[in-house]
Every structure is written in structure tokens, then in C-alpha cells.
């Protein structure tokens, strides 16, 4: 089954004093959707304090379960058109390399959940649309495959260490919401939002607070600093 090339490394660089860093990131091939610098056991420090927040029931589940995503994909490589192209507009996202990033799809994520499209490591890095996550994880076969990029000959069948989501579009955005325009609310509506504070991971929690703020900002023109 061919696979379709996705996302962007999870050292980005997105931090809340400038833009993208374009950090090289692994050949992808068709179909691996999240790209992850290899896994290290020992995550940094501005990993660890990404945990997901308590205070998400967008979905109407229990008020300490995140049920809002910002999952980061690179445009060049795989763009929220190509998950429109995809068969019924639903495509895994596969290749994440990130033990936490891969823990918050494991044990986190659940069918339903919101996601904000993140168009990411391009001119204009931001929000460019919603999606679904469509099927809850299960293990990420690229993992098996010898001529896959994202090979881990310690990931078996039996035994797989990484694993996938499926997600679902929904709709694009009115406009792009930009990682610049964000930032200038980083001292207030979005004063905790992950992507601005610690927003290495390809895959981070959001709040329902913040998920409100940018629909909003979305109705409005673009904010100029």
C-alpha cells in the first residue's frame, strides 16, 4: 500500500520569539505523514513539559482528557489538499519518530478529537485548516518496511513501538491563521497555548479556550503587529 510523505521535524524550532527554523528533515517517501527526528530515549527538557492540558472536553468526554490536536505537516511534502485528494479524504498519519509525540497518539488521541491542520517549515508556517481524528491507533507498519525511511528494525509486529492515527478532513479555514499573527497574543488569549511556549513536537495538545480564540480571529481580518 503506497504511503504518503508528511510532516516536519519535531525540533522545528518554533518558539515564541520567531519564526520556523527550516530544519533538515529525512527524505519522505509517499504516504509517512508525521516527520520526527529520530527517537531518543532521554526526551529534552522543553519535551517533557508537554504533556496535554486538563481542561478539553470540546467532544463532551471527560474534562481531563485533551480532545483538541495541532498536528504539523509539511506543505511541500504532503498539504492539507493532499489529505482532500486522499480516499475519502482520509489518510494515516504515519512516520512519527518521537517517543512523546507517539505516546500522545497512542493514549490520547480518540476518534472524534478536533485536529488544527499546521502547514509547517513554508513561508507562511500556520493553521490552515480542521480535521477528525478518524480511527483510534494502531501500529505504524512503515515501521516494518526495510525500505521506508522510517525503518526500525526494533519495531516488529509483535512488538511495534510506533504507532498512527488516521485523520479525517474536515475544513479549511477561511484564511491562514500564521504562527506570526499568534504570536502576537502569546501575552494573552494564547498566553499557554504549547505552540508558542514548547512547540517542538509535530504533535501538541490545545485547549478548548484556544481552539475558541482562533475561530474567531479566523472570522476577523488579519491582525497586523
Known amino acids: 500500500m503506497k504511503t504518503r510523505s508528511k510532516r516536519q521535524a519535531d525540533a522545528s524550532g518554533e518558539t515564541s520569539g520567531s519564526t520556523e527554523v527550516n530544519t ?3 527524505k519522505k517517501i509517499r504516504g ?13 527538557k522543553s519535551e517533557q513539559t508537554a504533556e496535554a492540558p486538563k481542561d478539553q472536553n470540546v467532544n463532551g468526554d471527560k474534562a481531563d482528557r485533551t ?17 482532500i485528494k486522499s480516499k475519502d479524504s482520509t489518510s494515516q498519519w504515519d512516520g ?14 480518540k ?4 485536529i488544527l491542520f499546521y502547514h509547517s517549515n513554508t513561508k507562511e508556517p ?6 477528525k481524528v478518524a480511527k483510534d491507533s494502531y501500529p505504524d507498519y512503515t515501521a516494518f518496511d526495510p525500505k521506508s525511511p522510517y525503518y526500525d528494525a526494533k519495531s516488529t509486529e509483535d512488538d511495534p513501538r510506533w504507532y498512527m492515527v488516521d485523520v479525517k478532513f474536515d475544513r479549511k479555514l477561511r484564511r491562514v491563521i500564521t504562527l506570526k499573527e499568534m504570536q502576537i497574543y502569546k501575552d494573552k488569549e494564547l498566553k499557554n497555548m ?3 511556549n514548547r512547540g517542538r513536537l509535530s504533535v ?9 480564540f482562533i475561530l474567531k480571529i479566523e472570522q476577523e481580518d488579519k491582525t497586523e503587529e
Open 24 to 26: 533538515p528533515v529525512a
Open 32 to 44: 509517512i505523514k508525521a516527520v520526527d527526528k529520530p527517537a531518543i530515549l532521554k526526551s529534552s
Open 67 to 83: 480532545s483538541v490536536w495541532l498536528m504539523k505537516s509539511e506543505p511541500d511534502t504532503f498539504s492539507i489538499d493532499d489529505l
Open 96 to 109: 512519527v519518530r518521537n517517543h512523546e509525540a507517539k505516546n500522545l497518539m497512542k493514549h490520547n488521541m
Open 111 to 114: 476518534v472524534g478529537d478536533t
Open 126 to 131: 500556520g493553521i490552515v485548516g480542521l480535521a
Open 194 to 196: 504549547r505552540l508558542l
Open 204 to 212: 501538541l495538545p490545545v485547549s478548548n479556550d484556544e481552539l475558541d
